[in-house]
């Protein structure tokens, strides 16, 4: 009976606990710029589904999620292909993360692909 609700109790704890720490939310310009002028740190991931270094920073980004060391860090994407308005104020290529903290930019990388491209730009702005 011991054994049975210790597997109940395991089961509930994996199935309760978050996929990720932090969310990647969709990009919307106003609730960016209120993110941004909070001072908080925000990164911005301007993303295509079809581009390669997309996929590996969007993997890079999922596990750095799952480690939480970023939980303090607001999180948006950039559809490259359906926010071309957003796109063009970023002035970036796709493939980019930009961070933000105290209100300004810290940090930009376009088309790194390795983990340790990723956190240096994070870094920026812890």
């Known amino acids: 009976m011991r054994l049975l609700a210790h597997i109940v109790l395991a089961a509930t704890l994996a199935f309760s606990a978050p996929a990720l720490a932090f969310e990647i939310k969709p990009y919307d310009a106003a609730q960016v710029q209120t993110a941004i002028a909070s001072g908080k740190p925000v990164v911005v991931h301007v993303f295509a589904p079809w581009c390669l270094q997309c996929r590996a920073q969007e993997n890079i980004l999922k596990r750095l999620s799952a480690a939480g060391t970023y939980d303090n860090m607001a999180f948006f994407r950039v559809n490259y292909d359906q926010q071309k308005d957003a796109v063009k104020a ?7 993360l930009i961070a933000f903290k105290g209100g300004k930019e810290t940090g930009r990388m376009s088309w790194g ?7 240096k730009v994070l870094a920026t702005a812890e």
């Open 90 to 96: 970023l002035d970036v290529p796709r493939s980019t």
């Open 113 to 119: 692909v390795s983990e340790d491209s990723v956190v």
